[in-house]
């Protein structure tokens, strides 16, 4: 396949499972993003149909092209403080951070076409409403395996796991997870509480 057909299927499979491929991801990506977006009105606790961590949250869309996409999504776990983080708090932009690490899988289902991931579409979720995106960190001294910055191929009938590591806010705690793909409906994870 020639280059610039490679490169647009790359583009039209990215932009049908919304695998977030931005500026500060890519070769660039060492460097936190200092990134909190809000989500609109504050709310102080997390959504009704919140799942539970282990819970899956299954999808279904239609390809570009035609085809079926679908798979399930799952938050393993998140710790915070993380274990296993041995960056220096400069790097994260915060003083006296606190490091934490999500636990994330997506499961490309066995009749969909590849899936890409990328830590673009998580953030953590707080109670006054606000959202810290991940940071898209990919430098030594991250939780392993990492988590793809760039965007990884989920194969049909495949999962795909790994860690997004966050530096927050010292004694902050998130009140949720959020996966939100542009295409569909945001799906969110109760953090328990400690």
């Known amino acids: 396949m020639p280059v610039r ?11 049908a ?5 931005t500026a ?8 936190p993003a200092a990134a909190a977006k809000s989500s609109g009105k504050p709310t102080s606790s997390p959504a009704a149909d919140a799942l539970a ?22 938050v393993i776990g998140y710790r915070q403080p993380a274990q296993g983080v041995s960056l220096p708090d ?11 690490v999500l636990d994330v899988k997506v499961c490309a289902a066995t009749d969909s076409t590849n899936v890409i991931v990328a830590q673009g579409p998580w953030s953590l979720r707080y109670a006054d409403g606000t959202r810290l995106a991940a940071p898209r960190i990919s430098a030594e001294g ?17 999962c795909y796991r ?22 569909r409906d945001p799906v969110e994870w109760t953090v328990p509480k400690a």
Do not use: M
């Open 5 to 15: 057909r490679a490169a647009a299927a790359l583009l039209i499979a990215c932009t």
């Open 17 to 21: 499972t919304a695998c977030s491929v």
């Open 24 to 31: 500060g991801s890519g070769p660039n990506a060492d460097a």
């Open 53 to 74: 961590f282990g819970a899956g949250s299954h999808w279904s869309d239609t390809d570009t092209d035609g085809s079926h996409i679908s798979g399930t999504t799952t």
């Open 90 to 100: 400069e790097a994260s932009g915060l003083p006296h951070p606190d490091w934490a």
């Open 142 to 158: 991250v939780a392993e395996p990492v988590y793809s910055v760039g965007g990884a191929v989920v194969r049909p009938g495949t």
């Open 162 to 183: 790994g860690k997004i590591t966050f530096s927050v806010k010292h004694g902050s705690t998130p009140t949720g997870v959020v996966y939100d793909v542009d295409s």
